[in-house]
């Protein structure tokens, strides 16, 4: 009997041990971890925050937006099973967690949704799509924004009207938009199409946002001017959709023109040795000129951006604020984040919500290995001890016979 009580005491405190720590590695360790996070107080004095607009009070609650970049649901092609399955679980779970903790009202997903959109055919795509759906889904209290990153439809030279139309009918939107809530307007750009070469999407982008910035302008000038119609400041005007009067937040896949990485810092920036890598115009940053056409036509008050998969803070002729969002997914970094946004009309504040590492959940599963190698082994050995005990006292019985 304690035979056989030892061996069932063991094969429960292996199921223990191995059910404990599946449930903490994919289930509850997102909690804590989140738990730790929080929307950032705005700030309503002068500052680095403020935006050049209408003075005066800016009582209204803020809008609560969070920020993830660069998930890269793997595809038919370049997936493996296994790691499409870890990452995308990592990713639902991380997702699901943050809205049921932090009840964000609008989240945007600064492109890259996909990892082949660029070259999957239409099965393979209605596929991904599904996932993007199970993982992201959400509560209506939450909107959804998704922007175009150049995996979605391919780098410049790839991307063709299908490929765009097909990416804006599934999130039942143009690529490039303004999005206003609260008297905040979120300008979204398809970066993807700014190269300025004249090509029919390029023009066209160009064309939507040129209209935009048309439009941002016209509401600013007619609060100076009291919403007057006669002033020389609105002279053409005429026929302008009307924002609120405020500078936008500027989104987009590909960071603004910057030489590196090299004056970035944070535990989330690129590795030292990739920091003084030099940037391609066009392929890792905007162009100089399609970023100072961006900066001239809208003057932003903050730009956020993803892309490079790290973290970063530029300023932009002294003046423009670009916050580079780090990858959400463990496939591209060991310690995924996402931005937590408090926005009014006038101020802003930003915060910076770490996931688990990878390298922690492999470090706690690889621990339970090791305890249950050595209870196994423990046990073992007390079962032979146990063994050579009876053994002995059988043969010094029978000797004594």
């Not at 639902?92 to 943050?98: S, V």
């Not at 810092?265 to 100072?292: I, N």
Request: glycine share 8%; proline share 4%; aromatic share 10%.
């Amino acid at each position: 009997m304690p035979r056989f009580g030892a061996t069932w005491t063991v094969a429960l405190l292996l199921v223990v041990v191995l059910g404990g720590t599946f449930l903490f590695c994919e289930y509850l360790i997102y909690f804590p971890t989140i738990f730790q996070c929080s929307w950032p107080v705005v700030s309503h004095g002068r500052g680095g925050n403020d935006v050049d607009g209408p003075r005066g009070g800016d009582a209204s609650e803020p809008v609560r937006a969070m920020v993830l970049s660069d998930t890269h649901l793997l595809g038919a092609v370049g997936g493996h099973w296994f790691d499409k399955l870890r990452r995308e679980w990592q990713m639902e779970r991380a997702f699901q967690t943050a809205l049921w903790l932090l009840k964000p009202e609008i989240v945007f997903i600064l492109g890259d949704i996909f990892d082949e959109g660029k070259w999957s055919s239409q099965k393979h795509w209605e596929d991904d799509v599904r996932r993007f759906h199970r993982m992201f889904r959400h509560s209506p209290d939450t909107e959804l924004v998704v922007l175009v990153g150049n995996h979605d439809i391919g780098f410049h030279y790839e991307m063709d009207w299908f490929k765009l139309q097909r990416f804006e009918k599934v999130f039942n939107a143009s690529s490039t938009r303004i999005v206003t809530k609260k008297g905040v307007n979120f300008l979204l750009v398809n970066s993807v199409a700014l190269h300025g070469d004249g090509c029919p999407i390029c023009q066209s982008v160009e064309k939507e946002l040129l209209r935009l910035s048309k439009d941002l302008n016209c509401s600013l000038q007619s609060s100076q001017t009291g919403g007057s119609s006669g002033g020389s400041l609105t002279d053409g005007c005429d026929g302008a959709q009307m924002y609120p009067p405020t500078p936008p937040i500027m989104l987009q896949h590909y960071p603004l023109y910057r030489v590196s990485d090299a004056s970035c810092t944070g535990q989330d920036a690129a590795p030292a040795e990739e920091r003084h890598l030099l940037f391609r115009e066009k392929y890792d940053v905007l162009s100089k000129e399609a970023s100072q056409r961006l900066l001239q036509w809208f003057r932003p008050r903050l730009i956020l951006s993803g892309h490079t998969h790290s973290g970063c803070e530029v300023l932009h002729e002294n003046k423009y604020v670009e916050i580079s969002v780090p990858s959400f997914s463990w496939r591209n970094r060991n310690n995924p984040s996402f931005i937590l946004a408090s926005v009014t009309s006038q101020h802003h504040s930003l915060s910076k919500c770490f996931l688990p590492e990878e390298s922690t959940v492999i470090g706690v599963y690889c621990s339970a290995g090791a305890c249950l190698l050595l209870l196994l082994l423990l046990h073992c050995l007390c079962l032979k001890g146990l063994l050579q005990c009876l053994s002995l006292c059988l043969l010094g019985k029978h000797k004594s016979l």
